[in-house]
Nanobody, 122 residues
Framework: QVQLQESGPGLVKPSQTLSLTCTVD??????????WSWIRQPPGKGLEWMGA???????YYNPSLKSRMSISSDTSKNQFTLQLSSVTPEDTAVYYC??????????????WGQGTQVTVSS
């Protein structure tokens, strides 16, 4: 059983950088079995795949967010992180980390974090 837990600030000011960390238990993030993913859901909208990383440093981004996003990992802590710069209120959402079978397909997510609310507001 893979467990994921998001952590980070729940409130970010406009123009600042949103930073979230996902701690993984039950699997190593160096495994080739999963794409370690970030997904978000703005209020009243559907799920949006943001990006993912896989062992050996392969990182994939949603083209619409690529210019503002960075995903990295800390194998010593079995964590991966999301940074989203220049945030606006439109980035307000519940952010999930997840273990997926492929990229860009939310239907292949096998394990989800519980999600964390991030609000962008001054």
């Amino acid at each position: 059983q893979v467990q994921l837990q998001e952590s980070g600030p729940g409130l970010v000011k406009p123009s600042q950088t949103l930073s979230l960390t996902c701690t993984v238990d039950g699997a190593l993030i160096t495994t080739k079995s999963y794409f370690w993913s970030w997904i978000r859901q703005p209020p009243g909208k559907g799920l949006e795949w943001m990006g993912a990383l896989k062992y050996a440093g392969n990182i994939y981004y949603n083209p619409s967010l690529k210019s503002r996003m960075s995903i990295s990992s800390d194998t010593s802590k079995n964590q991966f992180t999301l940074q989203l710069s220049s945030v606006t209120p439109e980035d307000t959402a519940v952010y999930y980390c997840a273990a997926a079978g492929t990229i860009r397909s939310i239907g292949t997510v096998e394990y989800w974090g519980q999600g964390t609310q991030v609000t962008v507001s001054s």
